[in-house]
């Protein structure tokens, strides 16, 4: 009933109708002094790299904006707490930031450059290419001059990059070292990337000497995070051809990123050396899980406290404001006790106002929500990271002190492992990605099952390629692909099973899949301690049907038959 757009607009008209002869609640004693105030000393913290505090002091501040109706600082606060959210690694929180920013920004607005540009990082560093690509498209839109546009369009190149379209990537930079307006900054940045896209296509001359000409300007104007850049590239370009002059770039990378505390490119770095030197392996590699360790930990620490500094925060201005309305309703009675009329319109005004307060209660919950859901995922992804990449990792290292890895077959066993290793990688990668329910589902679905085949699981996949799934309905695609992720994730965890089939078949009406593995098995009364409730959700709520079949070592049994 409070969701009713009638309702809504009854409530409205009557309450228009009425205003005049209404008598205003209780001034809010809060000012521009202390907005802005609030506002300089969240920069302040910011520069002093105080993440906590400028996020708070941005957040108190954006709130009394919003009660002075200052629309712009409204906006300036919440850019502020979505770029520090982007440098503690929370993209999702950002996200949700920013958007909160959107119903205050016009188009050509002053802000909706940096906006566009913050939601095409958060998405790019989240590997949602298309959605990153769309965002910048929309900041080159608003942008008032060809200078604006230059950071988003070199932002497009570089995706264009990742994807491996390197030739699209290298008609944009070449567009923008035309432009006479070119800062040295913006020039260097360009011509690094336009030779990494070169290099990429097979052009290593022309591609190494514009990485050197970027690498020689950005030392010039000391350019710090951008060496850094350069020197990863150039790292890339030597790693076939000379790896002594591989790893010179990398530990110079790595040196520079220790300096600036910026985790991210050391970790690069550290990938680089552990891949280029075996000698050396195993303390880049130490280094390695250690930094990746403490950045997860740290990470998630920032991102529980920004949630529950903007939680507690509106949770302080809505009790407030129910002291205010409580306050203002007992003085209208008070004075106006003799009118019926007007105690009757104060009363409709609380109510009101009360109705507009459960709603913002009811929209803080649901996002409070989401971004648990955020964190949940992203808690799952460190604890495969962490539980079994590393061990996996450690395990490798382990094997190259132990073991004389002159001997054929015992370097054959350790490219095995890393291997592997580089499978989970992808894997995980994979699990976490939006599902593509397009040409590609039925070869993705079937590398994500391969990538649970090991030395101690043969996973045996049979018929998916016979599957018509151009006739399968996106959503029922999207839920078989969740449903045998999970159940190749309690295979992993609980079953320890030698071998697993999983069969696809079809008739006119229905999709059937047939899983079973020859493992431990479990009492049929433990399926819902195991998480396996949420499959039979997942099929139910598509119309489908599920049936498990197992006992205390002989094995499990799944059949699924979904309709098409």
Request: glycine share 4%; aromatic share 10%.
């Amino acid at each position: 009933m409070l969701r009713s757009p009638f309702f809504y607009l009854l409530t409205f008209l009557f309450f228009f109708s009425c205003k005049e002869k209404t008598i205003a609640p209780a001034k809010v004693d809060l000012n521009r002094e202390k907005a802005l105030k609030l506002r300089d000393l969240g920069i302040e913290n910011l520069q002093s790299k105080n993440y906590n505090g400028a996020f708070y002091n941005f957040n108190k501040s954006k709130l009394d904006f919003e009660i002075l109706k200052d629309s712009a600082n409204i906006v300036y606060n919440l850019i502020q707490m979505a770029s520090i959210q982007q440098i503690n690694g929370d993209y999702y929180g950002s996200k949700e930031t920013l958007t909160e920013a959107l119903p205050y920004v016009k188009k050509k607005d002053i802000y909706s450059v940096s906006i566009n540009n913050f939601f095409g990082i958060a998405d790019k560093e989240l590997a949602l290419y298309d959605d990153a690509i769309y965002y910048y498209k929309e900041a080159i839109k608003d942008a008032e001059n060809n200078v604006s546009k230059f950071s988003p369009l070199n932002n497009i190149a570089v995706i264009y990059i990742e994807q491996k379209k390197y030739e699209k990537a290298i008609q944009i930079l070449e567009s923008i070292l035309n432009e006479s307006q070119i800062s040295k900054q913006s020039k260097a940045r360009v011509l690094d990337n336009l030779g990494f896209a070169y290099f990429k296509i097979g052009n290593t001359d022309k591609g190494l000497a514009l990485m050197h000409e970027g690498l020689k300007i950005r030392n010039e104007i000391q350019d710090l995070y951008g060496i850094i850049g350069s020197n990863l590239h150039l790292v890339q370009y030597y790693s076939k051809t000379n790896i002594q002059k591989s790893n010179a770039y990398a530990v110079n990378a790595y040196e520079i990123a220790t300096k600036l505390n910026s985790i991210d490119e050391r970790l690069k770095a550290l990938s680089f050396l552990i891949s280029n030197d075996s000698k050396a392996q195993n303390a880049y590699a130490q280094k390695f899980i250690f930094l990746n360790d403490s950045i997860i930990k740290v990470r998630n620490n920032f991102k529980n406290k920004f949630a529950r500094i903007k939680y507690d925060s509106k949770k302080e201005k809505d009790e407030n404001q129910k002291l205010r309305l409580e306050k203002a309703e007992n003085l209208i009675a008070l004075k106006d006790a003799e009118n019926e009329r007007n105690i009757f319109i104060a009363c409709f005004a609380v109510f009101f106002f009360l109705l507009v307060y459960l709603k913002k209660q009811y929209d803080n919950r649901n996002r409070i929500e989401k971004m648990k859901t955020a964190y949940d995922i992203e808690t799952r992804i460190a604890k495969d990271i962490h539980d079994g990449l590393a061990n996996d990792v450690f395990h490798a290292i382990t094997y190259t002190q132990t073991q004389p890895l002159a001997n054929e077959s015992n370097k054959e066993n350790l490219l095995q492992k890393l291997d592997n290793i580089y499978s989970r990688v992808r894997g995980i990668s994979r699990e976490n990605n939006d599902i593509d329910t397009g040409s590609n589902f039925a070869s993705n679905l079937k590398e994500m099952l391969s990538t649970y085949n090991s030395t101690q699981t043969n996973v045996i996949i049979n018929g998916v390629e016979k599957i018509n799934w151009d006739s399968v309905e996106d959503l029922k695609k999207i839920a078989i692909q969740r449903v045998l992720h999970e159940l190749m994730v309690n295979m992993k965890k609980h079953s320890e099973a030698p071998v697993v089939s999983i069969k696809f078949d079809a008739n006119a009406n229905a999709l059937l899949i047939d899983y079973s593995d020859n493992g431990k098995g479990c009492e049929k009364s433990k399926i819902v301690k195991n998480g396996l409730q949420n499959m039979e959700n997942r099929i139910l709520s598509n119309k489908g049907t599920i049936t498990f079949d197992t006992e205390p070592n002989k094995g499990f049994k799944v059949k699924i038959t979904m309709p098409k």
